[in-house]
Structures are given as structure tokens and as C-alpha cells.
């Protein structure tokens, strides 16, 4: 029982995650938009994002099995459906600005998650902070390239 809502847990934002860079793939180019000095090499990217996305399934499977607020299971669709359509907004319609402030949505919605994950199991709250901090990178990088490609 415990491996099947585990394995649903991670596949969830996995598969949605591959989907939604499988309908982006065509548009990104970012590669050759200017880019600032931190800026990491494009094929991290996606390692970047299958870590953090099998992170988010097994701290959401820990719940799902130990016992999940009607607040935390909010907060994680929400703050999963706000993620998944980031990279469209950025890279399909490239409004760069609109995903800047999409993207601090997302950060808020993050830290939320991470505060209502710890009210109900704190391991599951931690496995979220390497999504936090690569979320606030990724609102540099948004607002950097946004300034940058003017």
C-alpha cells in the first residue's frame, strides 16, 4: 500500500513535468537569449527539475500515508498547477514579465507549502527547501533575462 501512494505521489509531478516540457520544448530558447552571470548551462534544467519534482512526490506520499490537512493538500495542487504553467507563460508566450510575477506567486506558494508540510509531518517540509531555494534562483534568473532581453 505504502510503495503504490508513494509511486502515485512521485509520478504525479513527474509526468506532469515531463509533459509540460514536452509541449515547451519547441518554443524554448534559451540558449540563445542573454543570460546573466549565474546562469547555469540549459541541460541542467531538466536534471534540476526531476530531482525537485521526485522530491515534491515522496514529501506529498509521506503525507498522503501519515495523514494530510485539507490545507496541505491545497496549497501543493495549487502551488503544482502554478509551477506547471511558469515555463509556458515564459517560454510559449514569452511574457517575461507576466512569468517574473508568476514566478514570485510561485515562491510565496512554495513557502506556504513549507509551512503547512511542517505542521503536518516536518521531514516532509525539509524535502522541500532545495525546491525553495532553486525556485528563488529561478525568479532571479526570470527577472535577470527579462532585464537583459528587453
Known amino acids: 500500500m505504502n510503495f503504490k501512494s508513494y509511486l502515485k505521489s512521485i509520478l504525479v509531478p513527474l509526468v506532469l513535468g ?10 524554448m530558447n534559451y540558449d540563445i537569449l542573454v543570460k546573466p552571470v549565474l546562469a547555469p548551462p540549459g541541460i541542467l534544467f ?10 515534491m512526490g515522496i514529501s506529498y506520499g509521506m503525507l498522503k500515508i501519515k495523514g494530510i490537512s485539507k490545507e496541505s493538500q491545497k496549497i501543493y495542487y495549487l502551488q503544482l498547477g502554478v509551477n ?19 514566478i514570485i506567486l510561485l515562491d510565496i506558494l512554495v ?40
Open 18 to 27: 515531463v509533459i509540460v516540457g514536452f509541449i515547451t520544448s519547441r518554443s
Open 46 to 55: 531538466p536534471i534540476v527539475w526531476s530531482i525537485l519534482y521526485i522530491l
Open 84 to 102: 506547471l504553467l511558469w515555463p509556458i507563460i515564459f517560454f510559449i508566450f514569452k511574457l517575461r514579465f507576466i512569468a517574473f510575477i508568476w
Open 111 to 150: 513557502g506556504l507549502m513549507i509551512k503547512y508540510f511542517y505542521k503536518d509531518n516536518k521531514v516532509a517540509s525539509y524535502l522541500q527547501i532545495p525546491y525553495l531555494i532553486w525556485v528563488l534562483f529561478a525568479t532571479y534568473l526570470n527577472l535577470a533575462i527579462y532585464l537583459l532581453n528587453r
